[in-house]
């Protein structure tokens, strides 16, 4: 794997259901280098913490690989790097082979794999068209949410390598799976919930899924 694109964002006011909102979701690529912190990535605006950065969620991964699929799909789209409101984005990243607490080398940094993107009505927003979102939810494509273990300073082309595996444990996309409607497996949600290196927020999500079920 190895760094396509570096991308930050300013805050933007947007309507939504007759409100201003504002949001960090629409990123623009950057050509100096980025600095992941250990709440989020320095010089970006994370502008609603309650879904987004911390530590749990500190950076946000997409796979450049994805985007000719989402291209053919939404081809009237002002397609740049950052559309999905990722920090990277990455070629060679497979959300079927990244497991949760996979550790990785992104230049000066470490990051830990900690969950799949939920995505909300603001990427709908972001593309002026919110069956994206319904889209997303379906689809084998849901990006990677790290922590940051180790601060460090990353740049377009550095190398992506896998420093430690934890093989034991589901995939993203198996985590990412759970959230479709038809799935009834519970067995998957309790591996899930048990995963010690899962974020918290996604844990909560999973057992509120589990009890409804």
């Not at 009237?76 to 082979?97: A, C, I, P, R, Y």
Request: with cysteine; hydrophobic share 35%; aromatic share 12%.
């Amino acid at each position: 794997m190895k760094i396509i694109s570096t991308n930050i964002a300013k805050p933007t006011t947007i309507e939504w259901q007759g409100q201003k909102v504002e949001t960090g979701i629409y990123k623009y690529a950057v050509n100096n280098p980025i600095f992941l912190g250990f709440e989020d990535v320095v010089n970006d605006h994370v502008i609603d913490r309650r879904y987004h950065g911390g530590s749990d969620k500190a950076c946000y991964l997409y796979s450049a690989d994805h985007y000719p699929f989402w291209q053919n799909k939404y081809p009237n789209q002002d397609w740049k790097w950052g559309m999905f409101g990722e920090n990277l984005t990455v070629s060679g990243l497979s959300e079927s082979e990244i497991r949760i607490g996979d550790r990785f080398q992104i230049g000066g940094a470490v990051v830990q794999v900690t969950q799949p993107r939920q995505p909300c009505f603001k990427l709908g927003v972001r593309f002026g068209d919110q069956s994206v979102v319904s889209d997303f939810w379906t689809l084998p494509y849901p990006g990677v949410y790290v922590r940051v273990l180790l601060p460090g300073e990353v740049k377009t082309g550095d190398e992506i390598i896998r420093v430690e595996s934890n093989p034991e444990s589901l995939s993203v996309s198996q985590v990412f799976s759970i959230f479709h409607s038809k799935n009834e497996n519970h067995e998957l949600m309790q591996k899930a919930i048990a995963e010690p290196f899962i974020a918290a927020s996604c844990r909560r999500n999973i057992e509120k899924l589990l009890f409804q079920r």
